[in-house]
């Protein structure tokens, strides 16, 4: 987990459908394990008020135009993948944080929340990634991710360091007054470290959430 050894800067690619801005709703559907170390992972990537209470803020995709994010539809046309803006989903969610990130750069990002204070500020390092582009049933990712924060102890401080992995699915889907929607399902887990190594086989703790992404405006089909 300590070694920063850079892996390929080639990010999640999404469907270029999803470009631009969304309302994304979050909800916790269950944890297991250490409740403490999943509220603890959940706050450190971007997790705000309470662990049981609904989340939502904007997000956003972007196109960076490059040739590595080439995709082929279902088609069978050649497209663009959108990136997610990790960056402004952390300004989001968090309402307000400053942020480092660069989409071109995408597995470091670095924030620190305007309220200040122990665990108000980290580094999210994806130091693993794994990509399943998308198809017909959906497309997903799993990426684990090192979290540096700081923390104050017996009048000092000092850094802690966190693995977690960060597994989500996605699919299309429509309401049923006809809005197209994407779902999600995201699977975080946390481990113990000890001396920079991750005991990845057995996680401390699971925690489950539903995701929910709908556009800011009606995008029903035009009915004549």
Not at 48 to 74: K, P
Request: include cysteine.
């Amino acid at each position: 987990m300590l070694s920063d050894q850079p892996i390929a800067n080639i990010d999640v690619l999404y469907p270029p459908s999803l470009n631009g801005s969304w309302v994304c709703e979050r909800r916790v559907a269950g944890v297991e394990g250490d409740v403490g170390q999943a509220q603890g992972a959940w706050k450190l990537l971007g997790g705000t008020g309470d662990l049981q209470s609904t989340e939502r803020y904007q997000v956003r995709f972007i196109d960076l135009r490059r040739a590595s994010d080439a995709m082929t539809g279902l088609d069978g046309q050649r497209y663009y993948g959108d990136v997610f803006d990790r960056g402004f989903e952390i300004e989001s969610r968090t309402g307000g944080a400053t942020v480092r990130w660069d989409a071109r750069a995408p597995n470091l990002l670095q924030y620190a929340r305007t309220s200040g204070g122990p665990g108000s500020a980290a580094e999210l390092k994806v130091v693993q990634r794994n990509v399943e582009l998308p198809n017909e049933k959906g497309w997903g990712s799993n990426e684990l991710i090192r979290v540096t924060t700081t923390t104050s102890a017996f009048g000092s401080s000092f850094d802690v360091t966190y693995a977690t992995r960060v597994q989500r699915r996605w699919r299309r889907a429509t309401t049923e007054e006809g809005d197209r929607v994407v779902e999600g399902l995201e699977i975080m887990k946390t481990y113990r470290v000890l001396d920079g190594v991750a005991g990845v086989e057995m996680p401390t703790s699971t925690l489950k959430s539903t995701i929910r992404l709908t556009r800011p405006y009606e995008t029903r089909p035009t009915r004549r």
